[in-house]
């Protein structure tokens, strides 16, 4: 029996020679198929850089012939939207610009000769046919809107690259209170998310803008002390959109006292009006009314109507201005802080609720038609059953004055609405 020895170091030479033969075929085989390995590899490697090349020529080609945005003929659109008109204006970067508010801000801020940047990211949340219409009326006024989403931080820093913003009018957000219940993820992406982003964008731009934004009345929620002043509790949200607008203020909270932006959140009352939202009620309820549908009215308990201090565009145009012409600077540059800035929350509502009753037999009035109305109970989807804005502090601070009321605002709308939807007679042309 070999020894260990020699099963290791076999003594016959013959059998190491063997062996060695054997080895030596095995290493070359090996070393062989590890060189073939080798060459796979480096094959594999350049084909992998080769492709990740052709990816970023492919991107940064797309990004230049066909993105939304990019590119000189973009960046020149920006910066001749962006320029002012006017001694000491504005340059004012406006989000949700193709949005209902967004729209009526971007026409005033233009009119008087400030710089006007829209973006808006077009989704399907209602009609896009509706918001592409309000981009043409904006291009028209020579106000460019950048088709893009709050989200996209490459993209809003390019745009603080091309045009120097003294003010950031934020209105980009999902909105609708009952459709949060559908679809509570586009709630965070764009009112939590999109607004960290754009934050972000702000602070790190130089000079910071100053920031002026949209909460929204529903962030009272289950508070019945009234009429709501901003010093209320605010606490209790009945709707993941109240909650988001809520987490909203706390947000630019954060960043006003961390970066010394300038910041003003407006608490907005359902706003109505021409050019208005199709998922609101008075919208709805108008294009039911024409077409001969029934409409459902919510009722809260104890068959109590529901009330809304249902706000004009115009006098939320006022508000969202005199915002901005009071708004402080920013004092930080380059993402520090230099100094205090300051931190501001308005209501802006109407002070006189409407029952959602009336509000129907306002529209049936300037609709000359009667509406199939059901009457149910209000379904426990965030609704609240009435707001009511005190307004002083805005009054005192940024000259706020309601003037319409919802008699004469509805006209207004019922007007717009059947020249927009061609209709002559109360029957479609
Ligand atoms: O101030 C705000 O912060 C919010 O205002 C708006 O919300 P709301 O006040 O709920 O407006 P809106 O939907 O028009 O319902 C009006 C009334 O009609 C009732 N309503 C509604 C629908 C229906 O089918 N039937 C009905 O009775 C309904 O129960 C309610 O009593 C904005 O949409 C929102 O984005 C946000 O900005």
């Not at 009945?238 to 608490?267: D, F, M, P, Q």
Request: aromatic share 12%.
């Amino acid at each position: 029996m070999p020894s260990l020895e020699e099963e290791l170091f076999p003594s016959t030479p013959g059998k190491f020679k063997d062996r060695s033969h054997t080895m030596n075929r095995q290493f070359h085989r090996c070393f062989s198929s590890t060189s073939t390995m080798f060459l796979w590899a480096l094959f594999l490697i350049a084909l992998t850089a080769s492709y990740l090349s052709f990816q970023s020529f492919v991107d940064s080609g797309s990004r230049y012939f066909s993105s939304s945005w990019g590119g000189l003929h973009w960046e020149k659109q920006v910066r001749t939207s962006g320029q002012i008109r006017r001694q000491h204006g504005f340059s004012v970067l406006v989000t949700g610009a193709a949005g209902f508010v967004g729209t009526h801000v971007s026409l005033a801020l233009k009119k008087r000769g400030d710089g006007v940047v829209g973006l808006d990211n077009f989704n399907n949340y209602y009609d896009p046919s509706l918001k592409k219409a309000r981009k043409a009326l904006l291009n028209s006024h020579d106000i460019f809107i950048v088709e893009g989403d709050v989200n996209d931080a490459r993209m809003l820093a390019k745009l603080f690259d091309v045009v120097a913003f003294s003010h950031v009018m934020h209105l980009a957000a999902q909105a609708g209170v009952r459709y949060a219940m559908e679809n509570p993820h586009s709630y965070v992406h764009s009112n939590i998310a999109g607004l960290v982003t754009l934050l972000e964008a702000c602070k790190n731009a130089d000079p910071q803008p100053a920031i002026v934004w949209a909460s929204s009345s529903s962030v009272y929620g289950l508070n019945d002390k009234v009429p709501f002043s901003e010093s209320d509790r605010t606490d209790r949200p009945a709707s993941l959109y109240a909650a988001t607008k809520k987490a909203g203020e706390e947000i630019t909270h954060t960043y006003n006292h961390i970066y010394g932006l300038s910041v003003t959140g407006l608490r907005f009352f359902t706003v109505y009006g021409p050019w208005g939202r199709p998922d609101m009620a008075y919208f709805s309820f108008t294009r039911n009314i024409l077409q001969g549908k029934p409409i459902t009215v919510y009722r809260g308990k104890n068959k109590v109507d529901l009330a809304r201090d249902f706000t004009y565009i115009d006098d939320i145009v006022k508000g969202c201005v005199g915002s901005l012409d009071t708004a402080g600077k920013s004092t930080g540059s380059g993402g520090k802080k230099r100094g205090p800035a300051m931190h501001r929350i308005f209501n802006l509502g109407n002070t006189s609720p409407v029952t959602v009753p009336m509000m129907v037999s306002i529209l049936e009035k300037h609709l000359k038609m009667k509406a199939k109305k059901n009457l149910v109970e209000m379904p426990g989807n965030g609704d609240v059953p009435f707001t009511h804005a005190n307004i002083s502090l805005a009054r005192r601070e940024l000259g706020y004055k309601p003037t319409i009321q919802l008699e004469v605002g509805l006209k207004k709308f019922v007007r717009w609405y059947l020249s927009y939807y061609h209709y002559s007679h109360g029957k479609p042309m």
